[in-house]
């Protein structure tokens, strides 16, 4: 990640062809990680192709490189070998600016080079120290009124990398109550505010407070801003209609780190909200909420609940208050701790309470881990709350009290849950009281669980929700394992006949166990194929679901994308950001409901996910214990041959790799066979291949301590270079 000021190119990359000839060897003879060259910002109008090729700075002492896309539009291409970057751009895609970070890796290291991709924009404004424009206030002045001038339409405020102090750093209403609205875009314009860089930009007790105060918070592209302290705030309250209210802004690779006293992600009486893989994390009773908000998707976002002094309200990770036809996709609740959260109610990581009125959500791929927060609070108090809970990991959480408390007609489908260890005896663990609303829990996993009755309250029948009359499933297709308290508490129906207590846990004395991975099961294993679907019992969390950029009611919005998930985007950010937390205050017993307030201790980031020798992915996908496979497996076409190119682990994980293997892969049986050990390298040439036909394969890494691995993805290609299918191109003008 570039940081100013930025460094001079040095040297050109070698045509393609010549470097793609070259990599027919596999020789690691040279010690140094890719230095990427700058590049520039590039501008592209609609319905044409963007074609960037990077160059390295060192291509005389790198040993072979694995080019790949760090983040960016999910439609982006990069070849892995040659590290040719192309985006065919849709031909009705809005006005907007895009952040594009490309990833260069081998056995040494990786870097992030991130450009900016201009998409029809027709003005683009500097904002820093060094510009004519030197604030948001002045770069905003001029254009506070909605379509104050035709070439105000699509434009772009690029900020400089650096930190903004105060009023001036803010963007929208300020502390003290002045406006610093950027121009309101409209569906075909976008107006981008974004940062030089991605997490390059801090505004220090400054933020985002996009407040509806008139009709020109609406169609903002929010990008790549970091707030320490401050404020991350969509407020439509006070408005009187929807016009009104903010609508249609995205918020992407946004981050803040709460202060004791603040606020964190909100949004309220908003509609047509998109917030993308941003984080949050430090202290105040929330990290992500939407009230009375409607229309909105949260996707790919990671939040750390670290501590909570001054608010007594609920607390809560991911929480939808009284919100309704909100999506939740692929979002990560991690390393959560109560040590430093005083007395209130723990309202869970994904929950949406229903203080004021009914909610509707649904949880696509959420991920609960190491967490001593319930999971969530599904709420049926000023109405119901209907979610559909899909493809969820709760795993290794030590709640006070039940994990689940469902009110409401929620419905759990293909969950894998385990390690569930709550301090407190006796509190039935998925709680469904009083037993004719929750829709039930079906085809999931559940693996030791203690202390509590498992279930109470899911029985079979019909239930009233948000979305009229639908059919409560009970409990069926359950793998239930390690478990000997009582199942029930009341109010049950379960199917026997569809439950199972295979132990699930793979192992060399186990390797049937169909659960290696936190993310999916594997293949062939006790816990394949065996759901009321024909799928797999337990969740797959291993692609994305809906493509990035895309908001409510808009092609693709909830779509598999068959997009890997890992290495999850932007993750060196955001772990960056989370391990510099530094907070010192009181700790709080977790044996009961009554806690009592102990000494003061110290709290650092640099703990779970967010260590120096780890990464999000490697974190999660190694957490059960196995070695973790190659992530970012890629393919390249060359003349009779496949050329294979994959990422080493993390620095932590890497030091007991001694080799990988390539082996053939048969999509229909995903069994993988005939290995080929290419030692300790990151690239194999697979020759002797014809040219009409489509091999398939998969990467496993050697582990001196912990044995060899499985595959994360495998990867289809022709020595033609017939592409693999992509993903179509989506149609985004289809909002509600």
Request: aromatic share 10%.
């Amino acid at each position: 990640m570039h940081s100013s000021p930025r460094k001079p190119k040095i040297t050109k990359l070698a045509s393609p062809m010549a470097f793609l000839l070259a990599s027919f060897v596999s020789v690691y003879s040279f010690a140094a990680a890719p230095e990427v060259n700058q590049i520039s910002p590039k501008s592209i109008n609609q319905a044409d192709q963007l074609v960037v090729q990077p160059e390295l700075a060192n291509t005389s002492d790198a040993s072979p490189v694995n080019w790949s896309l760090a983040y960016g539009p999910d439609g982006v291409v990069v070849n892995p070998v040659t590290g040719t970057l192309s985006w065919q751009v849709p031909e009705d895609l809005p006005t907007e600016s895009f952040h594009i970070g490309l990833r260069a890796s081998n056995l040494d290291g990786a870097a992030i080079e991130t450009f900016i991709v201009h998409v029809g924009v027709n003005r683009v404004v500097y904002i820093g120290p060094n510009e004519d424009v030197k604030d948001f206030a002045q770069a905003f002045s001029a254009r506070r009124s909605p379509g104050s001038s035709l070439r105000d339409k699509g434009m772009t405020f690029v900020v400089r990398n650096g930190t903004y102090w105060g009023d001036k750093g803010y963007i929208g209403l300020t502390g003290p109550g002045n406006l610093q609205n950027p121009p309101a875009g409209d569906a075909n314009h976008y107006t981008t505010i974004m940062a030089e860089d991605p997490g390059q930009v801090t505004l220090k007790d400054g933020g985002i407070w996009a407040k509806g105060l008139n009709k020109g918070v609406h169609y903002w592209a929010i990008k790549g801003f970091h707030m320490d302290r401050g404020r991350f705030v969509v407020d439509g309250s006070g408005c009187n209609d929807d016009q009104c209210r903010p609508h249609h802004l995205k918020f992407i690779r946004n981050g803040i780190e709460i202060g004791p006293g603040g606020q964190g992600s909100s949004v309220s009486h908003a509609h047509n909200i998109l917030m993308e893989n941003n984080y949050a994390f430090g202290g105040s009773r929330n990290k992500f909420l939407a009230y009375k908000a409607k229309y909105s998707v949260y996707r790919r976002n990671v939040a750390r609940f670290d501590f909570n002094q001054r608010h007594t309200g609920p607390t809560n990770t991911f929480a939808f208050y009284t919100s309704m036809n909100i999506s939740a996709q692929n979002n990560i609740a991690i390393d959560g701790s109560m040590k430093f959260v005083a007395p209130g109610q723990n309202a869970g990581e994904f929950g949406c309470p229903t203080t004021a009125g009914q909610s509707e959500v649904t949880f696509d791929r959420s991920i609960q881990l190491n967490s001593e927060h319930i999971y969530g609070n599904i709420d049926r108090q000023a109405g119901p709350c209907d979610a559909e809970i899909r493809d969820t990991i709760s795993w290794d959480i030590r709640p006070i009290g039940s994990l689940v408390m469902t009110r409401a007609p929620s419905w759990f489908d293909h969950a894998t849950i385990g390690e569930i260890h709550s301090p407190i005896s006796g509190q039935t663990i998925l709680n469904g009281w009083p037993g004719d609303r929750a829709r039930g829990i079906t085809n999931s996993v559940l693996h030791n669980l203690t202390n509590g009755p498992l279930f109470e309250g899911f029985s079979t029948g019909t239930t009233d929700t948000v979305r009229g009359t639908l059919d409560r499933y009970g409990l069926h297709h359950l793998n239930i394992s390690s478990f000997n308290g009582p199942l029930f508490n009341k109010n049950n129906t379960m199917n026997n006949g569809t439950v199972s207590d295979h132990n699930p846990i793979w192992s060399k004395s186990n390797p049937n166990g169909g659960l290696r991975y936190l993310v999916r099961v594997e293949a062939n294993s006790n816990l394949a194929g065996k759901g009321s679907d024909g799928k797999d019992l337990g969740a797959n969390a291993t692609t994305f679901k809906g493509f990035s950029g895309t908001l409510s009611g808009q092609s693709g919005f909830n779509r598999e994308t068959n997009i890997p998930s890992w290495p999850f985007p932007y993750q060196e950010v955001i772990a960056e950001k989370m391990r510099g937390l530094s907070y010192n205050g009181p700790t709080w017993s977790t044996n009961s409901y009554s806690r009592s307030r102990g000494s003061d201790q110290h709290l650092s980031g640099n703990r779970g996910f967010a260590k120096t020798d780890t990464n999000l992915t490697d974190y999660i996908w190694g957490y059960m214990g196995s070695a973790v496979p190659p992530m970012n497996v890629n393919a390249a076409a060359a003349p009779g041959a496949v050329i294979v190119r994959w990422d080493p682990q993390a620095s932590g994980a890497s030091d007991t790799i001694t080799g990988y293997k390539v082996y053939d892969y048969d999509p229909d049986t995903q069994a993988i066979s005939n290995p080929r050990d290419v030692g300790l390298t990151n690239t194999a040439t697979i020759t002797g291949l014809s040219n009409s036909d489509t091999y398939h394969f998969a990467v496993t890494a050697v582990d001196s301590e912990k044995g060899e691995s499985s595959w994360s993805y495998p990867v289809s290609m022709s020595p033609n270079g017939r592409p693999r299918p992509m993903p179509p191109t989506l149609r985004l003008r289809n909002d509600r």
